[in-house]
């Protein structure tokens, strides 16, 4: 196993054996700091609440945070908002969530610039009749490893539900069971493989590889394979330890 295998190893136990919601808290934003993540945050999306009145973990300039709070930002916030509608992540400068925004927004967004949460990326949290979470991920400025990303995407997700659980909410429907092929298909793409490779692997056409995982995505109501596969571990599809590899 790789030495990044290993940390995210570690990081998934220690947030699954975490007894409070600080610990989940600080186990992500260390975790996301050591990949390269100079600013961070995980936090619920509930309609016409504040982020800090839910779960509401935050690595973010104190100044700008309080600002934002003072000035009710999360009311105008684009990243906010689109979240609550989308399934996939986004990075802020994609030209379509640039071009929506109303000058309230775009002066907002130049506030937040100056304070240094430039080049982000949101990271919609989903599952079956929950209100949305959110991780935003701002690297620092010599950048990141791309495998950084997903990363930080599992994690948020495992620490998301972790603290859900912690403050006795459910987050998985006990109800949700894959099927053989959608556990193997989604097992192997916790390992990296394309759905070439996996088709290669299990016998199979890669277009039955994809429908397999978007079969799997569809039973847990999210949006992407990352959370899918998180998901999965969390109803003991298969272990953390198993998707590593």
Not at 95 to 105: F, I
Not at 145 to 167: E, I
Not at 225 to 233: L, M, S
């Amino acid at each position: 196993m790789s030495e990044a295998g290993r940390s995210f190893g570690s990081y998934v136990d220690t947030i699954e054996r975490a007894t409070s919601v600080d610990e989940v808290s600080e186990t992500f934003l260390t975790a996301t700091a050591k990949v390269g993540f100079e600013y961070a945050a995980l936090f619920t999306c509930a309609l016409g609440d504040s982020p800090q009145h839910g779960i509401s973990f935050t690595r973010i300039p104190k100044p700008w945070l309080e600002r934002y709070y003072d000035r009710r930002y999360h009311e105008i916030d684009p990243v906010f908002n689109n979240v609550r509608r989308r399934l996939d992540p986004f990075s802020w400068n994609e030209p379509g969530y640039r071009r929506s925004l109303t000058p309230a927004q775009k002066a907002m967004l130049a506030e937040s610039d100056e304070a240094g949460m430039v080049n982000g990326m949101a990271i919609p949290i989903r599952s079956p009749g929950a209100s949305p979470g959110c991780c935003t991920l701002v690297p620092a400025r010599e950048g990141v490893d791309p495998t950084s990303y997903a990363m930080a995407h599992s994690l948020a997700v495992f620490a998301y539900g972790q603290a859900r659980r912690l403050l006795g909410e459910t987050l998985y429907a006990p109800q949700t069971k894959l099927s053989q092929r959608e556990r193997e298909c989604l097992l192997l793409a916790a390992r990296g493989k394309s759905d070439w490779a996996i088709g290669e692997v299990l016998g199979i056409s890669e277009r039955t590889v994809h429908h397999a995982i978007e079969r799997a995505k569809r039973r847990f109501g999210v949006g992407t394979r990352v959370q899918a596969i998180v998901h999965a571990v969390a109803a003991g599809e298969f272990s953390a330890t198993d998707a590593i590899g």
